[in-house]
């Protein structure tokens, strides 16, 4: 879809968004944190819920994980319009917890207009959280990640919160291959719409 289409779809979404007040999340923010990166874009990266510098700037992971997600990326060669980042909850839950089953569950149409406005090619679950709203499985993240899971014929890899890998150096070059497995698929994925356009 043209930008000049999507434009005015994405301004209403994110007015409905500043907007909401389907959960008890709602009342205690400070703002509505939606998203960070390209509107529309290949690959989106999907957290947990925003944190309190999120929460005080409405811009997902903009603190130090942010930075080091960030610093990633676009190390392994992804173009700032390759990706959007976004979070399962938009609003901050009080202390940091993690949002409850019935706080995801009430963001979910909002996320679900989201991913129709991206229209991403590959998902990327940062940490347990986001991979069990994702695909409804418990698991833990040192176990399935780094390898692709279909859903809804959309392409998901989980990997680390990049807040974990800060606590625990030790799997930054995890984090840092699952990514890379990402960006090689993003590739594959253009290098494959190439070979059809040229039929
Ligand atoms: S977390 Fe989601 S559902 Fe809850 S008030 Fe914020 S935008 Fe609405």
């Known amino acids: ?7 005015p779809l994405w301004q209403k979404f994110v007015e409905d968004c500043h907007n909401c007040r389907a959960c008890p999340l709602g009342a205690t923010r400070t703002n509505c944190v939606i998203s960070r990166g390209s509107i529309q874009a290949p690959v989106m990266l999907i957290g947990e819920g925003p944190g309190v510098e999120e929460d005080r700037q409405g811009l997902p992971f903009v603190g130090r994980s942010g930075r080091l997600l960030d610093d990633l990326l676009l190390a392994l060669g992804f173009e700032k319009t390759d990706f959007h980042i976004g979070n399962i909850v938009k609003c901050r ?42 695909t409804r499985q418990e698991g833990q993240i040192s176990k399935i990640r780094g390898q692709w899971v ?50």
């Open 150 to 199: 279909k859903k809804g014929g959309i392409e998901l890899m989980p990997t680390f919160h990049p807040a974990y890998v800060l606590r625990n150096p030790a799997a930054r070059t995890l984090l840092w291959d699952d990514l890379a497995a990402c960006y090689q698929r993003l590739q594959e994925l253009r290098a494959e719409a190439r070979a059809a356009a040229d039929v």
């Open 1 to 7: 879809m043209p930008r000049s289409e999507i434009m």
């Open 93 to 134: 839950p009080p202390g940091n917890r993690v949002p409850t089953t019935e706080e995801a569950e009430a963001c979910r149409p909002l996320l679900g207009r989201q991913f129709n406005l991206v229209k991403p090619k590959l998902i990327v679950t940062l940490g347990s959280t986001a991979w069990r709203w994702f």
